[in-house]
């Protein structure tokens, strides 16, 4: 397969990287203890371009992949290849590729979810797990999609993606505008979202940064933000929105699994997430037992790029509290 990396301004250059019959775009740096950074939607690799110096000076190999529907990787396999069975394949297959037999890996958003999935399903590939905002969920007895679809109907977010075609239309009409829309610190709105009429918090429009009503100031400069806007005008974002329409498979899938992570863990949530505020943390000691909770003020859903300072000294603790570093 031709490999062409997209240029990532403040990021090394990419490898192509075989893995579970694809090839994972990855970024790799530094010299250590090895750490995986797992970016989410509608993110990339580059989401973590301000990471990657601190673990390096920190005495970590950072590796960090454009996720099978992203970026550079871009779409490959069929839909249900998106599973969240079949990503972690991706992920393990890539540490097999660079000789990497354990490590820690960090998610955010998506990749954390990932990133609960291998620390569950793939143990004895890792020594931690840290996640930015996404909390690990326990298996309900009903099929997510069809949970929210009957509370919260049509117009939530996530049931809207099930559609082929509707989460295309919406963000892809002008890619510039929704990533201007989203990539924004909280405004007023968004620090009291749970306040906010009903028909904001599940209107697609509104939560995907097309509503002004939300957009707050940019944490991107220009030439960041042209990075994703031109990454998402040349692939579009059905790879991405397929993550979203697994979450049924994903359901099925785990019917079984042993709903624990036994691993060292680092749970960070910031204070005004409104796609996953911290109050969806709560309760997760019982399957995490080995869980350290911390929050970061005055941020919103974009952790690592928002707060990337704050960010990178929870980590680099957490990485000597356990004694890795």
Known sequence: MHFQSM??????????????GIVLSTHVAGRGL???LLHGFPELAYSWRLQIPALV???????VPDLRGFGATGQQGELGDYRMQNLALDVVGMLDSLGIDR?????HDFGGALAWTLARDHASRFVGVASLNTPYTRRTDKDLIETLRSYRGESNYMVYFQTPG?????LGADVRATFVGLMTRPNALLRNFEQ??????????TLLGQ???????SFLSEPQLQVFVDAYQQTGFTGGLNWYRNLSRNWHDTAGVVDKVQLPALMVCAE?????PPATTEGMERHVPLMQRELILDCGHWTQQERPDEVNALLLAWLQQQAWL
């Open 7 to 20: 240029p990532y301004p403040e990021m090394p250059a990419a490898q192509a990287i075989a893995s579970n």
């Open 34 to 36: 090895p750490v995986v």
């Open 57 to 63: 000076a920190a005495g970590c190999k950072v590796i």
């Open 103 to 107: 490590c820690v890996v960090v998610g």
């Open 166 to 170: 509707q989460g295309e239309a919406l």
């Open 196 to 205: 906010a009429p009903q028909e904001l918090q599940s209107l697609p429009a």
């Open 211 to 217: 509503d002004q009503r939300i957009q707050g100031e």
């Open 272 to 276: 005004y997430d409104a796609f996953l």
